[in-house]
């Protein structure tokens, strides 16, 4: 359910929460796509890959995750010891809706022969049925290690596994999920925009799908897509992603301009991820003050998932996984 927050006037929000963040000896840690004053008031902004080794290292007692449900479970799944709460926790993802674990057990179990290499935008479920866990940043780095050979399932995200399939020349069965954020960019205004823009280059996340994926000047995560942002020579850069990430560009590169990739009618906010946004200072506020919406996590489940994540772990910094990657 929602988090109802109650009526807030005369209290100081963002102090309230610079006190209780010392008080519970919490870290604030907040993904791209989350509004500029939540990123302003984080101690840590990052993509998933670079939110889960943050989670995994932190000494702080308390995490409070501004992002959705399952970067939130993520980071309980690391720091079990930890005490994870989440804004609201309607705050979830199309791509983890379009995965229901009963579901993908079945599509697992009538593939044997293949190995589940699954997107982290997952349920907790899906990840202990996986067997190794990529981010858009770390997926390729992964993939590269997996022989040939080997037959693969990837899901939820058939956007992120299409566009792998074709840059490593592999065979993969994909599951038909969509980020519903990146499924709304529209090529039409996007060749418009570059008309108005000669010269500017686009960046694009994997999550988009191929019409746009082919505009594109750069593809990767959101980390990358920043990166790019601060390296690429002009002045003009279209931004193919949830537009959130443009706080982070524009603080680091005030003298460059940086515009949103356009939805159907090019004026439309459709590109801005509805979860992300229900996360607010009022929520982060009552979240660190109550200690609630906390995550929690059966700990045989937790162990399951935790093996896919741990292999995506090692495996992120370019060395073999724990264990035998062979098919269940």
């Not at 929000?13 to 004053?37: F, G, T, V, W």
């Not at 697992?108 to 190995?115: L, S, W, Y």
């Not at 997926?139 to 290690?145: D, F, K, P, R, V």
């Not at 506020?285 to 109550?290: E, F, H, T």
Request: proline share 6%; hydrophobic share 40%; net charge negative.
């Amino acid at each position: 359910m929602t988090v109802q927050t109650e009526n807030l006037s005369g209290i100081d929000i963002r102090a309230e929460i610079e006190r209780l963040r010392k008080e519970r000896n919490a870290i604030i840690l907040a993904h791209y796509y989350q509004s500029p004053e939540i990123q302003d008031l984080a101690d840590y902004i990052g993509d998933s890959l670079e939110l889960s080794k943050k989670a995994a290292a932190t000494d702080a007692e308390v995490i409070a995750f501004c992002g959705v449900k399952f970067m939130a479970e993520t980071a309980k799944i690391l720091a079990p010891e930890k005490i994870v709460v989440l804004p609201d926790l309607d705050a979830g993802c199309s791509l983890e809706d379009s995965c229901p674990p009963e579901k993908f057990k079945a599509f697992r179990e009538a593939h044997p022969d293949h190995i589940a290499l699954t997107y982290i935008n997952c349920s907790t479920e899906v990840k202990a049925l996986s067997d190794v866990i990529v981010t858009s940043s770390s997926a390729e780095t992964i993939l590269a290690q997996i022989p040939p050979e080997q037959k693969i399932i990837f899901g939820p995200d058939r956007h992120l596994g299409g566009y792998l399939a074709r840059k490593f020349n592999r065979d993969m069965l994909l599951w038909p999920g969509v980020c519903i954020v990146h499924e709304a960019f529209s090529e039409t205004e996007l060749i418009k925009l570059k008309a108005q823009h000669p010269g500017a280059p686009v960046a694009a996340h994997p999550e988009c799908p191929p019409h746009i994926i082919d505009h594109a000047d750069y593809v990767g995560s959101t980390s990358g897509i920043l990166k790019f942002a601060k390296e690429f020579p002009g002045d003009t850069l279209i931004v193919a992603t949830e537009p959130h990430i443009i706080h982070q560009m524009e603080l680091a590169l005030p003298g460059k301009t940086f515009i949103g990739a356009p939805g159907a009618d090019g004026q439309c906010s459709c590109n801005i991820c509805p979860y992300m946004a229900l996360n607010t200072l009022e929520k982060l506020y009552l979240a660190l003050r109550d200690l609630k919406p906390q995550i929690h996590i059966e700990e045989g489940l937790r162990l399951a998932a935790k093996k896919s994540l741990d292999r995506m772990l090692d495996m992120a910094g370019g060395t073999v996984g724990k264990g035998d990657l062979g098919a269940r």
